[in-house]
């Protein structure tokens, strides 16, 4: 079971077989250095293997998982949010943490399972382009904004070419950065611009 102890600093990532590695990574480690636990949940203690071959042992199961012992909720993409609903327990839990006020961050195909999900429907959001969504029939189209990240209150969205813009909000909801050095963090990876690195170490 989870150590509520540490509720107010634990991460909890999904991992389900051939999710997407590169999604997540940056958000992950800049708040794991920041301090918070990291820990993978899944819809059984079996291990699942990344579309990257990585195989990964999951730390707890969606049964134990509660939003009060949690920070955040991270749902990186993968295939299998478009072939069944094999998925669907973990935008359900999405629901149950939105619902007690705890962030959810969803990227790729994810958010195609919260749109199934009718978690779009009311919220911003992004993905990696509006008739992915469509495609779901779920009425939130008209929320739909076409840039790369977008937070809505508890929720972050974000489509699978950009993990830099998914991380900088996920670690600006965090407080992980703020104000110049979030940016700084921004423009060094995303941009390459090695001016950002002084301000970032300062």
Do not use: N
Not at 23 to 38: N, P, S
Not at 110 to 139: C, I, M, N, P
Not at 151 to 163: F, S, Y
Not at 187 to 198: G, I
């Amino acid at each position: 079971m989870e150590d509520t102890m540490s509720a107010t600093t634990t991460v909890h990532l999904a991992v389900y077989d051939a999710l997407a590695d590169w999604e997540t990574g940056y958000a992950t480690a800049y708040l794991a250095r920041a301090g918070h636990r990291i820990r993978t949940v899944a819809a059984t203690r079996e291990a699942v293997t990344t579309v990257g071959g990585v195989r990964i042992q999951p730390d707890l199961t969606l049964d134990e998982l509660r939003a009060e012992d949690s920070e955040l909720l991270i749902l990186p993409g993968g295939d299998l949010w478009d072939t069944g609903d094999s998925l669907a327990p973990f935008a359900r839990a999405a629901r149950a943490f939105l619902d007690a006020g705890v962030p959810v961050a969803a990227i790729c195909g994810a958010t195609a399972g919260l749109a199934r999900e009718g978690l779009l429907d009311d919220r911003a959001h992004t993905s990696a382009v509006s008739f992915y969504l469509d495609a779901t029939g779920y009425k939130g189209a008209d929320r739909y904004v076409e840039t790369d990240a977008v937070t809505d209150g508890d929720l972050i969205t974000a489509g699978p070419t950009e993990p830099v813009a998914f991380a900088r909000e996920v670690l600006k909801r965090m407080g992980a950065f703020e104000g110049e050095k979030l940016d700084a963090w921004y423009r060094l990876f995303h941009d390459s611009d090695p001016t950002a690195y002084e301000t970032l170490e300062s």
